[in-house]
């Protein structure tokens, strides 16, 4: 089973609109981390938010926001007031205890534009 | 802001020889990563490294497949026999510890191409 999903393989919103990004996740481990990536079309893989699983607030980082509801299993990252350097992919990735601490499990992503 | 860094950008190697990709993690982390990405495809998990070993592989990681920290600031990937399906964008992160909440940081990848 996948852990990580991700069911918008392309989106699209108008410049300076709100757009939400959805990820759901899979795990029996109580302690889990998830993050959000960005990822231009140059190819470099940006941290944007964090949000961890026995945290009661959702992250916020700028104009990203991390909607987090634990018991639906997802974490949809919100961006507010889009613009055109958005463009690009975004993963949504994991970190649990399943088959070892060490990695990042992630989406297959989704790619967004803004339209101007 | 200390990041990962990764060089070279872009390597360009025959089927068959042998290529180092090399990355120099954030100076106070301790866990280091390497991933890969095919092209249109998800970024998979290779190898995690601390106190001088692997601590944990993927299946993808097989012996043509290698890493050292030869000294106290550069991490390396080492691919021998290369072949065609190695073609990939390959990330090398870092993380201060191994507990879920802490974030890995990425460089900015280095693309190969086997040609």
């Known amino acids: 089973a996948q852990k990580i999903t991700q069911t918008q393989p392309g989106m699209f919103v108008q410049e300076k609109e709100a757009v939400t990004l959805d990820c759901t996740y899979d795990t029996s481990d109580q302690s889990y981390g998830l993050f959000w990536y960005k990822q231009p079309s140059s190819g470099e893989m940006i941290f944007l938010i964090y949000?961890?699983?026995?945290?009661?607030q959702n992250a916020t980082e700028g104009r990203y926001s991390l909607n987090f509801q634990k018991a639906r299993k997802s974490a949809n990252l919100v961006i507010s007031a889009s613009q055109l350097g958005d463009s690009a992919m975004y993963f949504c990735?994991?970190?649990?205890?399943?088959?070892?601490?060490?990695?990042?499990?992630f989406g297959t992503g989704t790619k967004l534009q803004v339209i101007p | 802001e200390p990041e990962v860094t990764q060089t070279p950008s872009h390597q360009v190697t025959q089927m068959g020889q042998e290529v180092i990709l090399r990355c120099v993690p954030i100076s106070n982390h301790l866990y280091f990563y390497w991933y890969r990405q095919i092209l249109g495809q998800k970024v998979e998990f290779l190898v995690s490294f601390y106190n001088n070993e692997i601590s944990e592989k993927s299946e993808i990681f097989d012996d043509q497949f290698s890493v050292e920290r030869p000294d106290g600031s550069n991490f390396t990937l080492k691919i021998r026999s290369t072949k065609l399906e190695d073609s990939a964008m390959y990330f090398c992160?870092?993380?201060?510890?191994?507990?879920?909440?802490?974030?890995?940081?990425f460089g900015d990848g280095t693309r190969l191409s086997i040609l």
């Open positions: 990735a994991m970190r649990d205890g399943s088959g070892g601490y060490q990695k990042v499990t």
């Open positions: 992160a870092s993380s201060v510890g191994q507990h879920v909440h802490q974030p890995q940081h």
């Open positions: 949000q961890g699983s026995y945290d009661e």
